[in-house]
């Protein structure tokens, strides 16, 4: 609900800097610090962490040019793309999130075929881009939103990753990624099945994507050729060894 209530609030329309809740008087003036543990704030980073849209609700009020003028209204979905804490204006700790609209509607749980940037675009000499670049669309957004199939393959690894064992603990949460190992959509055309999905870490998850990481049918980690572990499993998390097999030969080269 944006309706003014937060003098920290920012509303650029498509993006929107919300404060958190809690902490103010019956004036709303800013009286305490706010808290992650409040169930509020708390929902956002789920969102942020799960990849889950937030519905935008406006209500009338001064301090924006996107609100309406009068009564409230429905504004759609958006997405939890940071969060982080500041000092506001009247001197106590918040906590913001930005919210980014949602405007590609269904989008698939991830894309290999997106994340492969072009390096040739890095090589530039000076530094380009904007000074004030919040606005700027992200041309790749990895933080899709999570399946119930990718939720309980995390839930099965408490977010902690496959491959490396690294758990990205935020404060608020643990963050991790669901990767198909046989690839959602066309050519490859995996099932969205939780043995074709696997629990992990940033890192691991583009290495794996891109076909640094495969899978020998014994479940032993090779990287760059040589093997370096195994996956890690567990009792209720059974991987389908043909989506390994089909990730692995794409990768033979
Ligand atoms: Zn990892």
């Known amino acids: 609900m944006v309706s003014g209530g937060y003098k920290d609030d920012q509303d650029h329309g498509d993006v929107i800097v919300y404060t958190g809740h809690g902490g103010q008087d019956g004036a709303k003036n800013q009286i305490s ?3 992650l543990d409040d169930p509020g704030n708390a929902a956002l980073v ?5 990849g889950q849209l937030v519905r935008v609700i406006r209500g009338a009020h001064r301090n924006s040019q996107y609100a309406p003028r009068s009564g409230y209204r429905y504004d759609g979905l958006y997405r939890v793309t940071s969060y982080g804490s500041t000092v506001g204006a009247d001197g106590h700790r918040i906590w913001q999130f930005r919210l980014e609209a949602d405007q590609r509607g269904d989008i698939p749980e991830h894309s290999a075929q997106e994340a492969q940037l072009p390096l040739q675009g890095l090589l530039v000499e000076a530094p380009i881009g904007v000074a004030s670049p919040a606005r700027v669309r992200r041309e790749i957004q990895r933080t899709v939103r999570n399946s119930r199939v990718i939720r309980q393959v995390k839930s099965w690894h408490g977010g902690v990753c496959q491959l490396c064992g690294l758990a990205v603990v935020l404060p608020g949460g643990v963050y991790s990624e669901g990767a198909h190992i ?3 959509g066309d050519p490859y055309n995996g099932p969205d099945t939780t043995d074709n999905v696997l629990c992990l870490c940033p890192t691991c998850h583009v290495m794996f994507d891109g076909g640094a990481i495969v899978l ?4 032993d980690i090779v990287r760059h050729g040589a093997k370096v572990g195994t996956l890690r499993t567990h009792p209720q998390h059974v991987i389908d060894l043909a989506r390994v097999r089909s990730h692995r030969e794409r990768w033979r080269g």
């Open 182 to 184: 046989q690839a959602l």
């Open 46 to 50: 789920t969102s942020y962490l799960e």
């Open 216 to 219: 020998t049918d014994e479940l």
């Open 33 to 35: 610090d706010q808290s």
